[in-house]
């Protein structure tokens, strides 16, 4: 006879991590509908993302729609990992811009920041891929480098 799952209580500290992790989902989840508002309604019309190694060689050429994520890269087979599902709770889908496209984009929220500040290799353009929503407008053509690991 199996035993019925026990339950436990989790502690206050466990409770207020959780809800951080879900606010801060929230957030996120707000700011790429935002984003997406901004963009227009070419939502339909794909356009071409360059996936660039630290040397500048191109990887992988990454087909995109205004709406998407960065994260457009992990269907193509690019190692990015994004752990936390593209919630901006870790920073394993650091990306690096070229200096234009980091000017032309929304600057980042506070909790982009502070979770960009855990990743190896920043530099001054570096964004997290899973808060940059794609605009055909704005990113058609554009070069992401992806940083060493």
Same mark, same amino acid.
């Given at each position: *006879?199996?035993?019925?799952?026990?339950?436990?209580? =989790?502690?206050?500290?466990?409770?207020?991590?959780?809800?951080? &992790?879900?606010?801060? @989902?929230?957030?996120?989840?707000?700011?790429?509908?935002?984003?997406?508002?901004?963009?227009? *309604?070419?939502?339909?019309?794909?356009?071409?993302? &360059?996936?660039?190694?630290?040397?500048?060689?191109?990887?992988?050429?990454?087909?995109? *729609? %205004?709406? +998407?994520?960065?994260?457009?890269? +992990?269907?193509? @087979?690019?190692?990015?990992?994004?752990?936390? @599902? @593209?919630?901006?709770?870790?920073?394993?889908? &650091?990306?690096?811009?070229? +200096? =234009?496209?980091?000017?032309?984009?929304?600057?980042?929220?506070?909790?982009?920041?502070?979770?960009?500040?855990?990743?190896?290799?920043?530099?001054?353009?570096?964004?997290?891929?899973? +808060?940059?929503?794609?605009? *055909?407008?704005?990113?058609?053509?554009?070069?992401? %480098?992806?940083?060493?690991?």
């Amino acid at each position: *006879k199996p035993h019925p799952p026990t339950t436990r209580a =989790a502690s206050p500290d466990h409770q207020a991590a959780m809800l951080s &992790h879900v606010a801060r @989902g929230a957030r996120a989840s707000a700011f790429r509908q935002l984003a997406f508002a901004r963009c227009g *309604k070419s939502e339909f019309c794909s356009f071409t993302i &360059h996936f660039l190694t630290p040397s500048g060689d191109v990887v992988k050429e990454a087909s995109a *729609k %205004t709406g +998407q994520s960065l994260l457009v890269a +992990q269907q193509e @087979g690019l190692d990015i990992r994004a752990d936390c @599902g @593209g919630e901006c709770a870790c920073s394993t889908c &650091h990306v690096i811009l070229e +200096q =234009a496209a980091f000017d032309a984009l929304p600057s980042p929220s506070v909790d982009e920041a502070d979770t960009l500040s855990m990743a190896e290799n920043l530099t001054a353009t570096s964004r997290l891929g899973c +808060q940059l929503v794609l605009c *055909k407008e704005r990113d058609a053509g554009l070069a992401v %480098t992806i940083p060493p690991s």
